[in-house]
Structure formats: structure tokens, C-alpha cells
């Protein structure tokens, strides 16, 4: 254990994080519990005290990002081999398969499962004091908690979900400095999709009451962020096991953009099956809402979707669409999708490109399908050969660049509200986001601050400016004014925090 004398040093920890925007927050959660509990963070392989520990939290959701977690713990070992320090997965891919990963991976000194979190720093201290903790032993985690969501919220309490224990500068402490920051809505997820294992790793759906997720909102303005991302298993699903229901999305979200110091919350994961029309019009029409539609469509072939265990055809998600630009003409609309699903032909093919013409989505994101451990699909007739998922990634994926940047395209002349991020001192370059631009998986607007009269931008400047040409999926905007500035709303979150 460690010490508690003043004279004792702290002991340090680097994380390193990998997969989803959840995973960033989780990764955020366990660094605010470890300094909560005296350890300091560092980077993994800056100059000057090397970590004690360095904590690897890894993504288990497809076999790359699984090939890319195991990649990253064997470069931390190779860290560690100078430095001494220990090495310790966790995460989904440790939550997944635990013990057979600690067999396999010996240069992982621990794999712990998300029933670790809560004392994270006591496991690590143990760890470093010659005690190795038992490798985790996984457990399908839809089994921890009722059926019923009615009964979940009580029973939550005695189960370990990440990022569900919200309290100001113990709970979460940020791993960046930008003016983006994620905020969980909710962990796990009820839906069976055949072709994924999340909800066996991730557990069954569980909201975060609404005081606590403003609480935690207010937090990160008071910490310099100016938009919000809100993640989850399944945005859509969010109040189903409150009591208001499902309308606790539709009734959170105007109370988020209404936070100060916050300008703009985006919701992302949200399942086309479940868009009601209350929410399509929040997201859409609200303000400090981004009219941004993430939508989880995986394919619009009616036959491919019923064996995915989903609904909805092209027609029904081209109606949503529709619906979605008749309230706001330029909302930002992407989606991923799946092709060489079991059983797809050529007649399922054609219909998904159909779909992806009709759409004009501003950003799609196209993965051939692959076995996953324990899914529905795996046990499926009808594979393609990996040579053809590989040809139909291709295709599909040639249509989408073309779509996507004609939908650029479409934008020149419109006017945008482009969020800064990043200045070149250089060459004067800014870098932002607009509205239907959401991070790293959409594209960005360029621009030179030159155009600018006035005092030098800042990140975290909201700057308003036309779109003039195009550079694929990016923007090129010419800059007129800017309509907030950072300095304002920094000082609006601190007087109201």
C-alpha cells in the first residue's frame, strides 16, 4: 500500500487511452480517481520522473482496434523494460477477456475489469508493492444488473460502470486542454444487434441522472471547454430507466445548451430506429444544440437490417432525413455502415449505395463486416469471402468519397459558425469545426486569421464565416467576425460555477 507520509513521494501514473470518445471520458474518470488519491499523472515517455505505472485502456471492439490495443501494450512494455515501470491493461478488451488476455500478454503485469475503477489507486499500490492483483475474470454484464430498467438506477449502485460516479475534481480530471470534452449520458446498451458484442462487455443500458450530468457539464465549462459531445452506448435510449422516460433527452438537452460558458452540445449514437419526432426537433431547432444527426443506419437493405436485428429500410431512413433538413436545411447528418454483412448479395448492395446517393450524408464511415466473439452473426451462413468484403469495402467506399465531397461542395456560399481549435503561429492558419462537423470523424474548416480585423484569435473563439471552397471533406471559409469569444464565456462559466 502506499504510504501515507507527507515526506513520501507520489507515486506517478501514465495513461494511455484507445477506442471511442466513452473510452476518453473512462480513461478521464480513472485520472481524476488516482490524483484524487495522491498519485500524480505524467506522460508515459516524457523527459524528467518516469511513471511508476503506466495503464493501458484498450478498446475490445473490433479485431483492429483489439490488434492495436496489443500493439500498445507491448510498446509500453518496451517503456517500461528502461524505466521499471509496471504495465496494466484495462478497459474493454481487459473487461472482455481478462484472464485469457493476462495468459497470453506477459508483459501486461496486470489486467483488471472495470470492477477495479472505484479503487484503482489501492490496486496499483499493490501492484507496486509485490502484490499482483488476480487477473480479471470476465462475465457477461448484462447478467449483473435486473431486466426490468425500471429496477436498474437502485442496483446500479453496487456494480461498477464507468463514468457513473460524478464528484467535482475527484471523479474526472481532463487529459487535454481543447475546447471540445465529452460527457457520458449512459453506459451499456439493450439492443441484441447479431453483429455486436458491446452490450456482453459493456452491460445493460443505464442512464446518469440528469442533475449529475449538468453538474459534470458545468464542471468542464469551468474548466475552459466550449462544446460538448455527448456519448453513450445508445444517445436515444437516454431516460428509459428514469422516470420521465424517454422524454429526459428532449427535456436535458435545452438545459445543457443553456450552461454558460458552454456554446454548442452534440449528441452522438443515436439509433434511426428510436428518433422520435420531440427529439429530432430539439436536436434541430434548439438553442446551443448543433443540429448534427449521428445516426447508426449500418445498411439500408430491409433484408440485411432484419438479419442485423435492426429495423428500417432505405425508404424509412430517407423519410428521416428529410424530416431532419425540413427543420434545419444544413444540419449535419453522418452515419458508419456495415457491407459483406452474412448473406448480402448483389440486389443488398445496390440498395445501400441507392440509400447513400438519395442521403447526401456529410460523412460515412464504411467497415467490412467480421466475426466477433460470441455475436449472433458468428454462427451465420451465407459468409463472404474476405477477398469480397475487402472488394465491396472498396466500392462502397470510392461512392462515399465521391458523395461526401459533393456534399462539401453543396455548402460554398453558406454561412458557418466555426469553432477554433488549433492556430498555426507560423503562418496564421486556423484550424475549427462548423456545426455538422463533429471531431476527428468529420472533416474540419481552414482559414486565414489574417482575414480578420481586430484582436488575435483564441482557441475556443467562436468565429463567423462563409464558406469558399473545398479541400474534399473540409471547408475552406473566409472568416468575417467573431461572435463569441473565449475569454467572454470562460468568464461566464467561472461566475456561475
Known amino acids: 500500500m502506499q504510504s501515507s507520509s507527507p515526506e ?16 476518453e471520458v473512462d480513461s478521464e474518470e480513472l485520472a481524476g480517481r488516482l490524483a484524487g488519491s495522491g498519485w500524480e499523472l505524467v506522460d508515459a515517455e516524457a523527459d ?3 511513471a511508476d505505472v503506466i495503464v493501458v485502456n484498450t478498446c475490445g471492439f473490433v479485431e483492429q482496434a483489439k490488434k492495436d490495443s496489443i500493439d500498445t501494450l507491448l510498446s509500453a512494455s518496451d517503456v517500461a523494460r528502461h524505466s521499471g ?8 478488451m481487459a473487461e472482455r477477456y481478462g484472464a485469457e488476455l493476462a495468459a497470453s500478454l506477459p508483459e501486461a503485469d496486470a489486467v483488471l475489469g472495470f470492477d477495479a475503477y472505484p479503487d484503482l489507486a489501492e490496486r496499483l499500490g499493490d501492484l507496486l508493492d509485490g502484490h499482483a492483483p488476480t487477473p480479471h475474470v470476465p ?18 449502485t453496487d456494480v461498477a460502470i464507468p463514468g457513473h460516479s460524478w464528484v467535482p475534481d475527484i471523479s474526472r480530471r481532463r487529459l487535454s486542454s481543447g475546447p471540445v470534452a465529452s460527457l457520458k449520458l449512459a453506459s451499456g446498451c439493450d439492443r441484441r444487434c447479431a453483429f455486436c458484442a458491446i452490450p456482453s462487455f459493456r452491460g445493460s443500458f443505464v442512464s446518469r441522472p440528469p442533475e449529475e450530468v449538468l453538474a459534470e457539464a458545468r464542471w468542464l465549462a469551468q474548466q475552459g471547454v466550449r462544446e460538448l459531445v ?45 428518433m422520435r419526432p420531440d427529439l429530432i426537433s430539439v436536436i434541430a431547432t434548439a438553442p ?51 457491407v459483406g454483412f452474412p448473406g448480402e448479395t448483389e440486389e443488398d448492395l445496390a440498395e445501400l449505395e441507392a440509400f447513400l446517393v438519395g442521403a447526401r450524408l456529410d460523412a460515412v464511415g464504411v467497415f467490412g463486416y467480421s466475426d466477433e466473439d460470441g455475436t449472433e452473426a458468428e454462427g451465420y451462413e451465407g459468409k463472404l469471402s474476405a477477398e469480397e468484403v475487402t472488394a465491396r469495402v472498396a466500392r462502397v467506399s ?30 496564421n492558419d ?56 473565449v475569454e467572454a464565456v470562460r468568464e461566464a462559466a467561472q461566475v456561475t460555477g
Open 8 to 23: 513520501a513521494a507520489p507515486r506517478r501514473a501514465a495513461l494511455l487511452t484507445l477506442g471511442c470518445a466513452r473510452n
Open 48 to 50: 524528467g520522473e518516469p
Open 85 to 92: 515501470a509496471k504495465v496494466v491493461a484495462v478497459g474493454c
Open 139 to 156: 462475465v457477461d454484464r448484462r447478467t449483473l444488473l435486473p431486466i426490468s430498467p425500471v429496477q436498474r438506477p437502485a442496483a446500479s
Open 230 to 274: 455527448l456519448v453513450s452506448e445508445n444517445s436515444t435510449s437516454y431516460g428509459k430507466d428514469l422516470p420521465g422516460g424517454t422524454r429526459a433527452l428532449v427535456e436535458l438537452l435545452p438545459e445543457l445548451g443553456a450552461v454558460p460558458g458552454i456554446e454548442r452540445v452534440r449528441v452522438s449514437y443515436l439509433q434511426p430506429a428510436e
Open 288 to 338: 446551443g444544440l448543433a443540429p448534427y444527426f449521428d445516426l447508426s443506419f449500418q445498411h439500408a437493405s430491409a433484408p440485411v437490417l432484419r438479419r442485423m436485428r435492426r429495423f428500417g429500410s432505405r425508404p424509412d431512413f430517407l423519410d428521416l432525413c428529410e424530416r431532419i433538413r425540413a427543420l434545419a436545411p444544413e444540419a449535419g447528418i453522418r452515419s458508419n455502415v456495415i
Open 398 to 427: 470510392a461512392l462515399v468519397d465521391e458523395l461526401m465531397a459533393q456534399r462539401a461542395e453543396d455548402r460554398v456560399g453558406t454561412e458557418v459558425v466555426v469553432l477554433v481549435e488549433s492556430l498555426s503561429d507560423e503562418e
Open 430 to 485: 486556423c484550424v475549427g469545426r462548423a456545426a455538422h462537423q463533429a471531431p476527428e470523424v468529420d472533416g474540419e474548416c481552414v482559414f486565414d486569421a489574417d482575414e480578420l480585423d481586430g484582436e488575435p484569435l483564441r482557441v475556443g473563439d467562436l468565429v463567423r464565416a462563409v464558406v469558399v471552397d473545398t479541400e474534399g471533406t473540409d471547408l475552406v471559409v473566409s472568416p468575417r467576425e467573431v461572435v463569441v469569444a
